[in-house]
């Protein structure tokens, strides 16, 4: 249970940030931290479909920048209550899954991975197109909400612990979800489709309703974003962000509950790090990339595993 | 009374037709065996009956019911089950998960989130009966990819009945196989006979002449000769198409 | 004045239609016949464009640089398919994402290393930049033109390869079913080779008649590549026919949305509503239009035949 081990630590590491942060003096370290965890939560939601089961969505993005718009649109328009915005983020998002998932789940493989690529795409256009709500250059949003009626999210520490407890949530709640009777479902469907077809199941409703899960999920840490960066533009769902949760949730470890935890920190961290020695850091990442691809699957959670296993 | 009904069924791929005006009939209880050389089209048979593949033209019934238009979960929902002429089990979960999930399939909805499925009770003990019938009890906790290849098809049997048909659907059950592993399937085959009806597709010729209630011979997509093994024996049809080469 | 309008919008989306072509040829055969998902193939039409420039630069002759840039091209997407995609064809869909993926942050970081981050502008030598009047009255730039006929012969010599020879019955084969290839004897390593080498340099002529008339930046592959998607999702993953039906379609569309959906739209909404929702709705036209027909044809318009 190595990985298990590394996951509660990182966890405690993550609950104590605040005090480290005020300690040192480094009051961004709840930014990166606190963006860290949104990244968590999205590369979780997208571990359900693309870990458990199988469908490599290009698109996940999309789910973020909707939520994202669903805060900065509802705050504009004098809405301010995260009670409020979170609902709405998190049904829009689930919505748009829904919607397109009649569409991209009636295909399979390569199909699904350009037709998600190809909403999220239309989305970009959507919201840059937009000029009510910024266009191109995307939102402020004016102010941070209320949490029920309390002005607790001005607090950087609050909003800090809140987007926690909504990734302990989430990690939570995958861990339940693939043991349930529709985890298994969806993971017989990973492993042989046409199996469980034959045995009854009408697979197309259980993957649909995986997507729209995953979907809203991604949606609420949208909302956090937009929550943590007063902002939200088309950037946040510019096809490259979905590219980098896929590698987020590979380096993890696909189809752990913790592999996503690990891939959204491991990836950030990389970024800072090598964003450090050179400014032109893809150069290093692309390549990178491909040695993983080629050389080391299973990720950091399977690396955690085996570490955990030595005696 | 028949449990299965089929008439004029029909299925062309491009130029080939595969069936062609197949008639066929299984009573509840039997085991109809459908033999035939290579590319008689005895696949495809199953999986236009499982529906897996949907036939051009002709009639199927289940119990007096029309099934023909539904999908395979439909289909599977009234009672049909099938095995695949290629292993095909859940690599990485163990053995007994692939049962309790076939299990599943039959018991209830599987909308439920967040209670875990091997602490349901029915699940595993139906399971856990199934993998002991099979004589697979020992291996429930390995994974089904670390299985032998005759496990794996034992495997593939306790799931198709896990699902509890009343039409089970066996697409060369022995293929693969050592002549021990061979025996005891057809074994275990017998066992199940007068219990559940079996449409059985099948190779080993000692296997159905030994297992058969009564023998469908398909050559070229079409239904040459019905009826029980010493008839088929003796027809002089079947004989010069097919088990002249063969016996 | 609009008849006018409207022709020269239906060359400016036929000439988009044929760059999407160019595009879309390379990757439906590529992802027909090995099987790949190459997600850098928007890098390359790059490259090309970034090496006309260069070349262009070099030889101070647009016409000497154009060809100069697609044997580049090919040459890259040679040494790629042979370092690293090669190895991937075996590899499933989600291997062949993540790779091409860092394939495309190396490329995009590499260019702006060696060009800077700033836009390209490639200028075009006199005989290619004036304006022509193929209607009176209604002047349109030769350079289109140019990009509208090249294309379309590219388009027919694409189709005499594909149909009338024996590499182009491989090809067909190959697209259809992978291990009867196989068994033919053919060397299959070189016939992916060529095959990927000839998607690379449809891919690079695209950018290198793109050059001069978009900014020459990093990321213009990636806009494309997902528009050639759409293309050959519509088209049908393996169909070169269906990649060049859903290439002029999809051209055109776009462009007319473009420019006539708010007027459209006013028809029948108050004109400030059009003139918000025009713009907003033609940004999204060709994807509603790709999810219409996949509603009803999950697998595009002319799917190649399996079996």
Known sequence: ?311 | MTLLTVEGLSKRFGGVVACDQVALEVRPGELHAVIGPNGAGKTTLLNLLSGELLSDEGRIALDGREIGALDAPARAALGIGRSFQITSVFGEFTAHENVALAVQARAGHSFRFFAEARRERALADGARDMLERMGLGERANTPAAALSHGEQRQLEIAMALAARPRLLLLDEPTAGMGPSESARMVEFLASLKGTIAMLLVEHDMDAVFALADRITVMTYGRVIATGSPDAIRANDEVRAAYLGTDS | ?307
């Open chain 1, 1 to 311: 249970m190595g990985a298990r081990f590394a996951a509660f630590a990182i966890l405690a590491l993550l609950a104590a940030v605040p005090a480290i942060a005020a300690l040192l003096d480094q009051p961004f370290y709840l930014d990166i931290f606190g963006r860290a965890m949104v990244y968590a939560i999205a590369a979780i939601s997208l571990n359900l479909i693309l870990g458990y089961g199988g469908l490599i969505s290009f698109g996940h993005a999309a789910f973020i920048g909707i939520g994202g718009y669903a805060v900065g649109i509802l705050s504009v328009n004098g809405i301010d209550d995260v009670l409020l915005q979170w609902p709405a983020a998190i049904g829009a998002a689930g919505m748009f899954a829904l919607l397109t998932g009649f569409v991209v789940l009636r295909t399979g493989g390569a199909h699904f991975i350009m037709i998600t690529l190809a909403f999220a795409q239309m989305l970009f256009f959507l919201f840059t197109s937009l000029e009510l709500y910024g266009g191109d250059d995307g939102l402020s949003i004016p102010h941070r909400g209320t949490l029920a009626g309390f002005k607790v999210l001005d607090s950087p520490v609050a909003l800090y612990y809140l987007v926690f407890a909504v990734l302990a949530g989430a990690l939570a709640l995958s861990a339940r979800l693939v043991e349930s009777r529709f985890g298994m479902v969806l993971r017989g469907c990973k492993s042989n489709e046409r199996r469980m077809r034959a045995l009854g199941f009408s697979t197309f409703r259980y993957k649909l309703a995986a997507y729209v899960l995953s979907g809203a999920l991604c949606g609420f840490a949208g909302a956090l974003l937009a929550l943590e960066s007063e902002f939200v533009g088309p950037s946040v769902l510019h096809w490259s962000r979905s590219g980098e949760l896929i590698v987020m949730v590979v380096m993890g470890g696909m189809g752990t509950v913790f592999g996503p935890l690990f891939g959204a920190l491991a990836y950030l961290m990389l970024g800072h790090f090598l964003g450090d020695l050179t400014k032109h850091w893809h150069v290093i990442l692309g390549p990178v990339l491909i040695l993983i691809v080629l050389y080391a699957r299973g990720g950091l959670a399977g690396l955690f595993a085996r570490l955990g296993k030595r005696p």
């Open chain 3, 1 to 307: 004045m609009t008849a006018l309008l409207l022709v020269e919008q239906t060359l400016n989306g036929l000439q988009l239609g044929i760059m999407l072509f160019l595009m879309s040829a390379g990757l439906t055969l590529v992802f027909g016949i090995m099987n790949l998902i190459n997600l850098a193939h928007g890098s390359l039409y790059m490259i090309g464009a970034y090496f006309a420039a260069a070349f262009l630069t070099l030889t101070g002759s647009f016409l000497l640089a154009a060809p100069l840039a697609v044997l580049a091209t090919l040459a890259i997407g040679v040494a790629v398919e042979i370092t690293v995609l090669r190895t991937l064809y075996a590899r499933d869909h989600l291997d062949q994402v993540l790779a091409t993926f860092g394939l495309i942050l190396f490329f995009n970081e590499g260019v702006r290393l060696l060009f800077g981050a700033e836009s390209l502008y490639l200028d075009l030598p006199p005989g290619l930049k004036g304006q022509v009047e193929i209607v009176p009255g209604a002047p349109y730039p030769l350079f289109r033109l140019v990009i509208i006929f090249v294309g379309l012969a590219v388009a027919a010599a694409l189709y005499a390869l594909v149909q009338k020879t024996r590499l182009g019955a491989l090809i067909r084969a190959g697209a259809s079913n992978r291990e009867m290839v196989g068994a033919l004897g053919v060397d299959i390593p070189r016939l992916f080779t060529l095959v990927f080498g000839l998607g690379a340099a449809l891919a690079g002529l695209g950018g290198v008649m793109a050059g001069p008339i978009v900014s020459v930046q990093t990321g213009m592959g990636e806009e494309i590549l997902i528009l050639a998607f759409v293309v050959i999702v519509i088209g049908g993953i393996g169909s070169v026919r269906g990649a060049l039906f859903a290439a002029l379609a999809i051209g055109i569309l776009d462009t007319m949305g473009r420019s006539f959906l708010a007027e459209i739209l006013a028809l029948f909404l108050p004109r400030e509503a059009a003139q918000t929702a025009g713009p907003t709705i033609a940004s999204m036209l060709i994807y509603l239009f790709m999810a219409a027909i996949l509603f009803f044809r999950p697998r595009g318009l002319f799917p190649p035949k399996v079996r």
